[in-house]
């Protein structure tokens, strides 16, 4: 049976349209009729699995983990995984006047409406990025999340043009530089970039900009350390580069929502307990 997650559920939308549904699907099996025709815009991304789409056209095309499909309204399909197989995906429902203007104009590729996107960890967190968070309450939130959406629409439009393994590559690039010597200023150096340069391509291109990713590496490499009997919190403030202790606890319960002694107090509680399991 699948299990569904909503991330987001819009009442109402903005003037120019926007997001209705946002889901991800677990163990899904596609349209489950013959075939259908929808009043809205559908955009699925298959994380898991391999199977087959087919329209009214006459289209009949193979579909892999890596892969989105772009339905328009009011046009007979099918979608989904082989029968008695199963496949995951993340799902969008969306539709108003913006969205129109861009069939009508052609930016939607009636004759691809299968587009391969990878690397899968780079779309994934850029579909993540769009439905994630709070649920937009005025309009002018609802009117952001509508134009982010249109950002992602046109980054899939252009993948389907062009190749973006260069930037995809760049970011896991400067990702690297980052975690080898958490200074952004130093990894921009080693990229060969201004300082604002990179901060702005990195941003643009992962969606966070290079302090918060160089915290974030800094929080899961102290939590690393918390777990190793015997570590100072200033030997751990040291390393991680923070003028001392009292600063990276900040960051830390800041980041992760415990103190360092509360954390390390959790996981040796969590230790003890899976050792009387094993005992």
């Not at 299990?3 to 209705?20: A, D, T, W």
């Not at 690297?176 to 952004?184: C, H, L, N, R």
């Not at 009997?229 to 009292?246: K, N, Q, S, T």
């Amino acid at each position: 049976m699948w299990e569904e997650k909503v991330y987001k559920q819009n009442l109402h939308l903005s003037p120019i349209g926007g997001i209705k549904i946002a889901c991800f699907l677990n163990k899904g099996v596609g349209v489950l009729t013959s075939s259908r025709s929808l009043p809205h815009y559908t955009l699925v991304y298959v994380t898991r699995g391999e199977g087959r789409y087919r329209d009214e056209r006459g289209v009949d095309v193979p579909v892999q983990a890596g892969d989105a499909i772009l339905v328009r309204p009011h046009v007979e399909h099918w979608y989904g995984p082989a029968r008695g197989d199963t496949w995951d995906e993340f799902y969008l429902v969306f539709e108003g006047a913006v969205f129109d203007m861009w069939r009508d104009t052609g930016c939607f590729d009636r004759e691809r409406p299968v587009i391969p996107l990878r690397p899968m960890d780079f779309w994934r967190d850029r579909i993540l990025r769009l439905i994630g968070g709070q649920t937009a309450k005025t309009e002018i939130e609802l009117l952001r999340e509508s134009i982010r959406l249109q950002d992602l629409l046109a980054d899939i439009a252009q993948a389907g043009e062009e190749d973006l393994a260069d930037d995809i590559a760049w970011l896991e690039q400067a990702k690297e530089a980052i975690a080898q010597t958490m200074d952004v200023r130093a990894a921009a150096v080693r990229m060969e970039q201004s300082y604002e340069g990179f901060r702005k391509k990195f941003r643009k291109l992962s969606g966070r900009s290079p302090g918060r990713y160089r915290t974030n590496l800094q929080m899961e490499r102290a939590c690393e350390m918390l777990g190793e009997p015997g570590v100072l919190l200033r030997d751990i403030a040291e390393e991680l580069g923070f003028c001392d202790e009292y600063h990276f606890s900040r960051q830390f319960s800041k980041s992760v929502g415990w103190s360092p002694s509360e954390y390390r107090s959790r996981i040796k509680r969590e230790n003890a307990g899976i050792d009387r399991l094993v005992s």
